[in-house]
């Protein structure tokens, strides 16, 4: 990023909404964005994803490749998400009118609300736990409703703070996420190396019943977390210039996600540990719990270290991105800063009634998979509908919706494309229907496969195949394709009409 004003804006309250980023204003860089995505994943909520695959039976060698097959899969499909920003100077949800209508861009920010906090409580929840319980060992802090309220609270109040000063204080935030808390997880190394065992087999093997259905899981679990980014890298890659090279910011994306194994494989490794030297824990699927049953005594600071970080940085790029989207759908009545506060205060009570009224973080976490299900397929139409237009986009009538007006290049039937819709609904729902979390949620379709879950491949091929159909059914208008484009005929643009 150009540093020549940063300093000066880093305590500046950001007041740009969902309009365009003027090109002048335009100062971040692919390193930015690999900051922003890397230090939002580089927190304890990934470890805890490392640890599913000791969770479902596997050995640490088949949770590995699990792992970076979930991971690899995932990056792939995220990395075009981050073409729209530059592109559009604007967040994805907006983009996402180009394809689903100026009116039908309200699927990606609801999505991306949903997404938001879901992922910002079981950080908080993560993170208080683990700072809380690292307290507890070091200092003899005792662990009860009041304390860890007060580390969530603490937790919630920072990170509105900080989204509500904007992008360029959030990425200060996570400069210092990306470096710090990495070097205290690979410290990690030194703390676990002697009980650690490269061959830990695991409770299910290769030829054994079930060991597909647990590898596919685990997988899916990891490919979750590059999907959970797909609805909000436009939220910080729209500070990057248009001219910037596409195979720059597709590449930060992907290293982004391959730099999440410092996390992972913490989390993959560290478990294989618990399991072998605390299994109740594991039984209980209290990861958090056993690591700190299970770590050396000078391990506890960095543990609560990582814990702050950790939940900063991912609380962070969650919650400013529903502020901007929030901001977006209601613009006559909501700000940025106002939308963020408002989804803040509300996200801060969801995290203590689920946490300590209701129980519900095994249901967020159940949430979160079902969100991801449904971002999925919304995912996959805005990369083909990229493909399908040649990266022409018109950024100004994408602000229809915004300014109040009617009209423009993607008003299609009334700001609905039914192309799109027609494709993500079906697909969203079928996926849904193939879901197979046992215990927590199981489809209808959920047992078809024989107990592997295979709701995120289906809904994939189904978007793609649908949406590709209905395209070439109902061939889009002319003029939403680029001038040298020879689908495009000579085209008035549409005249814009002011609400009523």
């Not at 809380?132 to 109040?157: M, N, V």
């Not at 940025?336 to 509300?346: D, F, M």
């Not at 009538?397 to 007006?405: K, P």
């Amino acid at each position: 990023m150009n540093n020549n004003n940063n300093d000066q804006s880093l305590t500046q309250i950001e007041t740009h909404g969902v309009e365009q980023i003027p090109d002048h204003e335009r100062s971040a860089g692919p390193t930015d964005l690999f900051r922003m995505i890397f230090g939002g994943s580089n927190t304890f909520a990934t470890a805890v994803l490392g640890s599913f695959p000791v969770l479902f039976g596997l050995s640490f060698q088949a949770g590995v490749w699990a792992i970076v097959l979930g991971v690899l899969l995932g990056s792939l499909i995220l990395a075009p998400m981050g073409l729209f920003g530059p592109l559009n100077g604007t967040n994805n949800a907006v983009s996402s009118g180009a394809h689903f209508g100026v009116h039908g861009r309200i699927v990606g920010s609801f999505l991306s609300l949903l997404t938001a906090i879901a992922f910002f409580s079981l950080s908080v929840w993560s993170s208080g736990d683990a700072l809380i319980g690292g307290a507890k060992r070091l200092i003899g802090l005792p662990e009860t409703d009041l304390t860890l309220g007060l580390a969530y609270g603490l937790f919630a109040i920072l990170v509105l703070t900080v989204c509500i000063y904007g992008f360029r204080f959030l990425l200060w935030v996570n400069k210092i996420a990306v470096w710090s808390a990495s070097l205290l997880f690979l410290l990690g190394i030194f703390a676990f190396a002697g009980p650690f065992d490269v061959n830990y087999a695991g409770t299910v093997n290769l030829g054994q019943p079930g060991f597909w259905a647990a590898f596919i899981g685990a997988a899916l679990v990891a490919m979750s977390n590059p999907i959970s980014f797909g609805a909000f890298l436009g939220d910080w890659s729209r500070y990057i210039p248009r001219e910037t090279s596409k195979q720059r910011i597709m590449a930060a994306v992907v290293l982004s996600q391959i730099a999440t194994f410092i996390p992972f494989l913490f989390g993959l490794t560290t478990a294989t540990i618990v399991a072998i030297k605390a299994p109740d824990y594991i039984a209980a699927n209290n990861y958090v719990g056993g690591l700190l049953a299970v770590s050396p005594s000078w391990f506890f600071l960095p543990v609560c270290l990582i814990a702050v970080i950790g939940g900063m940085s991912t609380g962070t790029t969650s919650l400013y991105g529903t502020g901007l989207d929030m901001s977006s759908v209601f613009p006559r009545v909501l700000s940025r800063v106002k939308a963020t506060l408002l989804i803040g205060v509300l996200s801060i009570a969801f995290i203590f009634i689920g946490r300590f009224a209701a129980n519900l973080v095994q249901s967020v976490s159940t949430f979160a998979v079902l969100i991801i299900t449904c971002t999925t397929p919304w995912m996959v139409i805005m990369i083909i509908g990229l493909l399908v237009r040649r990266g022409f986009y018109c950024p100004d009538d994408l602000q229809v919706f915004t300014r109040g007006e009617q009209g423009g290049r993607y008003w299609f039937s009334h700001g609905w494309n039914w192309r799109g819709l027609g494709a993500w609904i079906p697909s969203a729902a079928v996926g849904l229907c193939f879901v197979n979390l046992p215990g927590q949620f199981v489809g209808p379709l959920g047992e078809m496969a024989g107990g592997i879950d295979i709701s995120l491949p289906v809904t994939l091929g189904l978007a793609s195949v649908v949406y590709l159909t209905l395209l070439s059914l109902f061939p889009e208008p002319r003029e939403v394709f680029g001038p040298k484009d020879a689908r495009r005929e000579a085209a008035v643009k549409p005249q814009l009409r002011q609400a009523a």
